[in-house]
T-cell receptor, first 118, second 114 residues
Framework: AQSVTQPDIHITVSEGASLELRCNYS??????LFWYVQSPGQGLQLLLK??????LVQGIKGFEAEFKRSQSSFNLRKPSVHWSDAAEYFC????????????????FGTGTKLQVIP | GAVVSQHPSWVICKSGTSVKIECRSL??????MFWYRQFPKQSLMLMAT?????????EQGVEKDKFLINHASLTLSTLTVTSAHPEDSSFYIC??????????FGEGSRLTVL
C-alpha cells in the first residue's frame, strides 16, 4: 500500500521569500504524484502532477516540484511567495492500476499549513 | 479546467436523520468518482470509490450501510449518510476523473449533525 509523509505540519515564511514544502512517498512501483492546495472551507485545487518524463514539473501559480526517485521525494517549491499563497498544501500519490496504466486510489499526506507574513 | 460541483455546500441536520450529498461533473463524463472525508485540521481520508453502474468499493473501516454511495450516471454520484450522528459531522469531498485522467475535486460539503 502506498503512503505519503509531509513532515512539516506548519510553515511560516515572509512574503517574497522562497518556499519548499517536503513530501516523501512510499510506493512499490512508479508513482503518480500530485500537489494540491486547499483554502479554508474549500475543495482542493491541483497545483501540479508528475506521471512520467521530466522529473522537474511546472505547475500553476509559479509552483514547481521535483521528483527524486532515489529519495522517494516530491518537494514543492516556489521562488517567491505571495500573501495569497497562504493555504494548506497536500501531497498525494496515486497507485497504478493494471498493465494498461493510469491510477486509481489516491492517498493524501496530512498536509502542510502555510502562513505568509508581510 | 473541468468542474465538479457538490451540493449542498453545507447542511445541518438532526441526529437520526439521513442526508444526501450530490457530486456532479459538469463538463465531462466521470467514469470514476471518489468520496473523501476530512476531519478538522486533518488530511483527506478516502471513503469509497464508485464506478458508474457498479457497486462502490469501500475502504476498510467505512460502514457501507451507513454511507450509501450511488453512481447512477457518468455525471452524478451521491453519498447518503444514513441515521446521522454527531460523530458523522465532517467535511465531505468528492472527486471525479475521466478514464485515467487527473482528479477534479468538488468544493466540499460540510455536514453538521446536532
Amino acid at each position: 500500500a502506498q503512503s505519503v509523509t509531509q513532515p512539516d505540519i506548519h510553515i511560516t515564511v515572509s512574503e517574497g521569500a522562497s518556499l519548499e514544502l517536503r513530501c516523501n512517498y512510499s510506493y512499490g512501483a512508479t508513482p503518480y504524484l500530485f500537489w494540491y492546495v486547499q483554502s479554508p472551507g474549500q475543495g482542493l485545487q491541483l497545483l501540479l502532477k508528475y506521471f512520467s518524463g521530466d522529473t522537474l514539473v511546472q505547475g500553476i501559480k509559479g509552483f514547481e516540484a521535483e521528483f527524486k526517485r532515489s529519495q522517494s521525494s516530491f518537494n514543492l517549491r516556489k521562488p517567491s511567495v505571495h500573501w495569497s499563497d497562504a493555504a494548506e498544501y497536500f501531497c498525494a500519490v496515486g497507485a497504478q492500476v493494471g498493465r494498461s496504466g493510469g491510477y486509481q486510489k489516491v492517498t493524501f499526506g496530512t498536509g502542510t499549513k502555510l502562513q505568509v507574513i508581510p | 479546467g473541468a468542474v465538479v460541483s457538490q451540493h449542498p455546500s453545507w447542511v445541518i441536520c438532526k441526529s437520526g436523520t439521513s442526508v444526501k450529498i450530490e457530486c456532479r461533473s459538469l463538463d465531462f463524463q466521470a467514469t470514476t468518482m471518489f468520496w473523501y472525508r476530512q476531519f478538522p485540521k486533518q488530511s483527506l481520508m478516502l471513503m469509497a470509490t464508485s464506478n458508474e453502474g457498479s457497486k462502490a468499493t469501500y475502504e476498510q473501516g467505512v460502514e457501507k450501510d451507513k454511507f450509501l454511495i450511488n453512481h447512477a450516471s457518468l455525471t452524478l454520484s451521491t453519498l447518503t449518510v444514513t441515521s446521522a450522528h454527531p460523530e458523522d459531522s465532517s467535511f465531505y469531498i468528492c472527486s471525479a476523473r475521466r478514464s485515467f485522467g487527473e482528479l477534479f475535486f468538488g468544493e466540499g460539503s460540510r455536514l453538521t449533525v446536532l
